[in-house]
Structures are given as structure tokens and as C-alpha cells.
């Protein structure tokens, strides 16, 4: 599945202009005012925000702020358009948390490899959270509210880890949020499924577990709250690939050298 942008402008042919210029590769969300932006936001998974600057109503640098001060959104990068070639505006782009400014008139290479390499370094991220034994969730974060948001939730996870049935609604009521509106952002911020970030919880605590080579696999298995032992083996070998038993062996050899 594509990337998802959401792209705000007053202006109806800017929005035709970006859509022909976006949509063959990404999944586009049009939105003429701040306001339907709002309404967009709390209804879809978003990857990454255009917005104008100059908007009736909420513009540019008010639609970011509030972006980036959401713990809802502020993963989201925000891409901000211009036509004000000033200082200033370029500086208060900065102060509301833009990711990437850009002066009108721009060519469409220029937007189209700005995006890329925001969308690719979010994805970098992501894949290295996922797939390595020892990185701590909140490697993910883009903000200080990410990293408090990230804190808690990977707080309450491990608190609650031998249950092998962690209850979603319960876990988003814990973060102070609707359930729909917790798997947008945990989906957004990680790539992952509440569950599956709980998956990858349980197993990067089996991890050092192993590590301090005191337990067996299957006490390991139900201290993180695997029911079945094959079920434990199998998601260790999806994220990490490797079994738990070639972990193992790693952790020897590297004592050995």
C-alpha cells in the first residue's frame, strides 16, 4: 500500500497541480481549509502533510503548531508551501516544527525528492525498531510528546507482560485515547499494529532474558506471556530473523570472541 499525504491549499488548481504531480505514488487526501484538514486527521492514517501557508481561516503555521503539539499527529511530517521568499516566514516555519520548507514557485523533482526522503527516513526508522533484539521503542519518537506518548505506552506493556491476552481498548484508554484513534497512531508511528507492537514488547524483553541465561525457553516464553511455545519460536523468528535458538548460539560466539 502506498504512502498516504494529505494536502491542504485554498487554491483549487495548486491541488490539481500536486495531484497530478503526486498521485501516481501516493494516496492523496485534498483538503481545501484547515478546518476539513482537522476532519481528515482524525479519520485516516497519514504518512506526511502539504500544507500552504497563506489559508483563510486556520493557515499554515497554525495548522502545523497544532500538528506537531497533538500527540495524535506530531509524528506526522509537515511539509509547509510558500510564495513569502522572506526571512522571517522561513524562521517561523522552524518555530511551528516544519520538516521541510519550500519557497513557490518549486519545481516538481524538488518536492517529489524532499517527500521521498522524509517518507524513507521514517521507514528506516521503523525497520530498525522492528528488527533489532535490543532498540527501545522510543527510537521512533519525533518529538518529546512522541517520546513521553512512547514511554508510557511501552511502560504499561511491560508492567502487564505475562498476560498473554493485553486488552487494545484497555491499553488505549491508558493512553487517553478512542481505540480507532490509538491504532492510527501507533500504525502511523511504528508501520505496526497495536498488537504486533506488543508482539515485538514481549520479545525484545525475552531478548535479554536469554541474555542473562537463567531461564529455559519456555520459562522465558511464559514470563513475556506466551501461551505456546511454537507461537513464541515462530514470531521471534518474523521479527528477528533468527530462531531463538540461533540467538542463542550468537550470544555464545560473541562471548567466545
Request: charged share 25%.
Amino acid at each position: 500500500m502506498s504512502d498516504s499525504i494529505l494536502i491542504i491549499d485554498d487554491n483549487e488548481d495548486i491541488l490539481d497541480f500536486l495531484s497530478e504531480v503526486l498521485g501516481e505514488t501516493y494516496q492523496l487526501h485534498l483538503a481545501g481549509n484547515g478546518e476539513i484538514a482537522q476532519e481528515i486527521l482524525d479519520r485516516e492514517i497519514i504518512d506526511l502533510i502539504i500544507s500552504d501557508i497563506m489559508m483563510p481561516g486556520i493557515d499554515g503555521f497554525e495548522l502545523c503548531a497544532l500538528v506537531k503539539s497533538n500527540v495524535e499527529y506530531c509524528h506526522i511530517p509537515v511539509v509547509l508551501l510558500t510564495s513569502k521568499n522572506t526571512y522571517k516566514a522561513h524562521i517561523d516555519s522552524l518555530e511551528v516544527g516544519a520538516d521541510v520548507y519550500i519557497q513557490k514557485p518549486f519545481s516538481p523533482e524538488l518536492l517529489q525528492l524532499q517527500i521521498a526522503n522524509l517518507l524513507k527516513n521514517r521507514v528506516k526508522i521503523k525497520t530498525h525498531f522492528a528488527s533489532s533484539p535490543f532498540e527501545d521503542v522510543r527510537v521512533m519518537a519525533h518529538s518529546k510528546t512522541d517520546e513521553a506518548f512512547l514511554k508510557k505506552l511501552d511502560e504499561y506493556i511491560r508492567k502487564n507482560i505475562k498476560d498473554p491476552n493485553i486488552d487494545i481498548d484497555q491499553l488505549a484508554e491508558h493512553m487517553h485515547m478512542s481505540r480507532p484513534t490509538f491504532y492510527r497512531k501507533i500504525k502511523s508511528l511504528s508501520s505496526l499494529s497495536p498488537k504486533e507492537l506488543i508482539d515485538i514488547t514481549r520479545l525484545k524483553k525475552a531478548t535479554r532474558l536469554i541474555a542473562q541465561n537463567e531461564f529455559t525457553l519456555f520459562e522465558i516464553a511464559k514470563m513475556v506471556g506466551y501461551s505456546s511455545q511454537s507461537l513464541f519460536n515462530k514470531n521471534f523468528q518474523r521479527y528477528f530473523n533468527l530462531s531463538p535458538m540461533e540467538y542463542i548460539d550468537s550470544l555464545c560466539k560473541n562471548d567466545i570472541q
